[in-house]
């Protein structure tokens, strides 16, 4: 029996794996306005950063008004009818910027100086990767620009915000002239591509917790019978060991007349 649980779920999990790799495949959605935010949930009011214009998002699957999406490294959500879900693959779907400090500051977690550093960055020679533009916290009188950005420090990686202020020089950031044709979003299957981007553990949590409730099913079904088969012979046993024998006759017990 046990052995037969941990056939079926090795079966399962491969299956399953084999079968949503096949399936997958990546879609990407292109920035074709500004004001388009890449949010950390469903909301508008969860904005991280104003992705730049003409570049891409790739696609998981669609959570109500909004697609989950990955710009970079960064997960998260864009509203639907703010992009525009494309055919093909483009060769740069990120805008590729970067910028240096001019005096050591630090990445906060939200854009403001009065939040979480995330991490000093007191080493002003380093390249820091940019991800998008956001409002925030108004450090001078007419600046209110804040950066949303990836510092690597030794080989650690810090994303947060960098007032804008203090930068150096952001590398231009060009416009994107990939098309392709647009497609609707019921080329996405959700529960594929929702599946295809869990962990291995997660996978065969959820596989466990389909397949065994069938097995204990499946136990309990066989059970009642084998109970029933073991108390039968027990019963023969009892009743056979109450008979005697002597020579060519039987003695029974008088408890048997």
Same mark, same amino acid.
Not at 150 to 177: H, M, R, W
Not at 209 to 228: A, H, Q
């Given at each position: 029996?046990?052995?037969? =649980?941990?056939?079926?779920?090795?079966?399962?999990?491969?299956?399953?794996?084999?079968?949503?790799? @096949?399936?997958?495949?990546?879609?990407?959605?292109?920035?074709?306005?500004?004001?388009? &935010?890449?949010?950390?949930?469903?909301? @508008?009011?969860?904005? $991280?950063?104003?992705?730049?214009?003409?570049?891409?998002?790739?696609?998981?699957?669609?959570?109500?008004?909004?697609?989950? =999406?990955?710009?970079?490294? =960064?997960?998260?959500?864009?509203?639907?009818?703010? *992009?525009?879900?494309?055919?093909?693959?483009?060769?740069? %779907?990120?805008?590729?910027?970067?910028?240096? $400090?001019?005096? %050591?500051? /630090?990445?906060?977690?939200? %854009?403001?100086? &009065?939040?979480?550093?995330?991490?000093?960055?007191?080493?002003?020679?380093?390249?820091? +990767?940019?991800?998008?533009?956001?409002?925030?916290?108004?450090?001078?009188? +007419?600046?209110?620009?804040?950066?949303?950005?990836? /510092?690597?420090?030794?080989?650690?990686?810090?994303?947060?915000?960098?007032?804008?202020?203090?930068?150096?020089?952001?590398?231009? !950031? &060009?416009?994107?002239?990939? *098309?392709?044709?647009? *497609?609707?979003?019921?080329? $996405? +299957?959700?529960?594929?591509?929702?599946? /295809?981007?869990?962990?291995?553990?997660?996978? !065969?949590?959820?596989?466990?917790?389909?397949?065994?409730?069938?097995?204990?099913?499946?136990?309990? $079904?066989?059970? %009642?019978?084998?109970?029933?088969?073991?108390?039968?012979?027990?019963?023969?046993?009892?009743?056979?060991?109450?008979? !005697?024998?002597?020579?060519?006759?039987? @003695?029974? +017990?008088?408890?048997?007349?």
């Amino acid at each position: 029996m046990i052995f037969f =649980v941990f056939a079926s779920l090795f079966f399962s999990f491969c299956v399953c794996d084999v079968t949503f790799a @096949e399936n997958e495949r990546i879609f990407y959605a292109k920035v074709q306005g500004t004001g388009v &935010n890449l949010c950390s949930t469903p909301s @508008e009011a969860s904005a $991280l950063f104003e992705i730049p214009y003409s570049y891409f998002v790739q696609v998981d699957y669609v959570v109500d008004d909004y697609y989950k =999406v990955s710009y970079k490294d =960064v997960e998260g959500y864009v509203k639907k009818d703010k *992009i525009n879900l494309m055919s093909g693959t483009p060769q740069t %779907p990120y805008a590729n910027a970067t910028y240096k $400090l001019f005096v %050591p500051y /630090a990445i906060y977690q939200s %854009p403001s100086q &009065n939040s979480t550093k995330v991490v000093d960055l007191t080493d002003t020679t380093i390249t820091i +990767d940019y991800y998008g533009t956001i409002s925030g916290q108004q450090v001078m009188s +007419d600046n209110n620009v804040w950066y949303y950005s990836c /510092a690597t420090v030794g080989e650690q990686k810090y994303y947060g915000y960098v007032f804008s202020g203090v930068t150096d020089y952001l590398s231009p !950031i &060009n416009v994107n002239s990939e *098309i392709f044709d647009e *497609i609707s979003d019921d080329m $996405l +299957d959700s529960s594929a591509t929702e599946f /295809a981007s869990l962990s291995t553990g997660t996978k !065969i949590m959820l596989i466990v917790s389909i397949s065994v409730p069938s097995v204990l099913i499946l136990y309990f $079904l066989i059970k %009642p019978s084998k109970i029933m088969q073991i108390s039968k012979n027990k019963k023969q046993v009892k009743k056979e060991s109450k008979k !005697i024998r002597h020579g060519d006759y039987f @003695e029974f +017990d008088e408890s048997d007349l």
